[in-house]
């Protein structure tokens, strides 16, 4: 399965986010990396603000390239607003899921308990993490995992009231998805419109 495997600290900085998660690096030098990384730099183009904000979504989601553009592609096939549908499709994802239910504390630790079998769909396991979650389904560890440390651990505390289009029954470990997230409560900081100007260059 193809994913980004680069320095993640890295990237974060150069965002100025933690889109990675809780990233003590980041937070310490919260300016650019490179030499010149706490300096001024030049204006940046149109452009080049459109791109950063396309680059910052897919990592913040772990999406690869191919697989961002066909999903773009697709949220353009939609009615409505194209940036919130993009966002809404990559908020379906399976492994995005996982995070947003807390069975594991960042999408990249979502996206390996998907590809090692560890997550059910209405109790059929399922390995792919880009798998479009549909209203009305269950996203459950499998049993036989449910005592997985890292798992136990990441549900440990965790506020599950803080996504409404989801809902946690903490006993079973499954969490049901009620609907699409509607644009206003999904918490991630991209201009989705960007992207949009961006591809339609």
């Known amino acids: 399965m193809a994913r980004y495997t680069g320095p993640k600290s890295k990237i974060a900085r150069k965002f100025g986010e933690p889109i990675f998660g809780p990233d003590k690096a980041q937070a310490r030098r919260n300016y650019p990396p490179g030499q010149h990384g706490n300096t001024r730099k030049r204006k940046?183009?149109?452009?080049?603000?459109?791109?950063?904000?396309?680059?910052?979504?897919?990592?913040t989601y772990g999406v690869l390239e191919k697989q961002?553009?066909?999903?773009?592609?697709k949220a353009q096939a939609h009615s409505g607003i194209t940036g919130e549908i993009l966002l809404k499709l990559l908020e379906c994802r399976l492994d995005n899921v996982v995070y947003r239910l807390g069975i594991a504390k960042t999408r990249s630790a979502a996206r390996q308990l998907v590809s090692h079998k560890h997550i059910t769909v209405d109790g059929e396991v399922v390995n792919i993490p880009s798998y479009s979650v549909k209203q009305g389904?269950?996203?459950?560890?499998?049993?036989k995992d449910k005592s997985m440390?890292?798992?136990v651990d990441a549900l440990n505390g965790f506020n599950h009231s803080k996504y409404p289009w989801l809902e946690w029954d903490n006993t079973a470990m499954?969490?049901?998805f009620l609907h699409t997230p509607e644009r206003a409560d999904i918490p991630e900081n991209i201009k989705e419109q960007l992207i949009v100007e961006l591809y339609s260059k």
Not at 44 to 59: D, F, H, I, W
Not at 68 to 73: D, K, S, V, Y
Not at 137 to 143: K, N, S, T, Y
Request: glycine content about 6%; proline content about 0%.
């Open 149 to 151: 440390v890292v798992i």
């Open 174 to 176: 499954a969490g049901k």
């Open 68 to 73: 961002f553009r066909n999903l773009f592609e």
């Open 44 to 59: 940046t183009s149109e452009y080049g603000v459109q791109l950063k904000e396309k680059q910052k979504a897919k990592y």
């Open 137 to 143: 389904q269950v996203i459950a560890v499998r049993e």
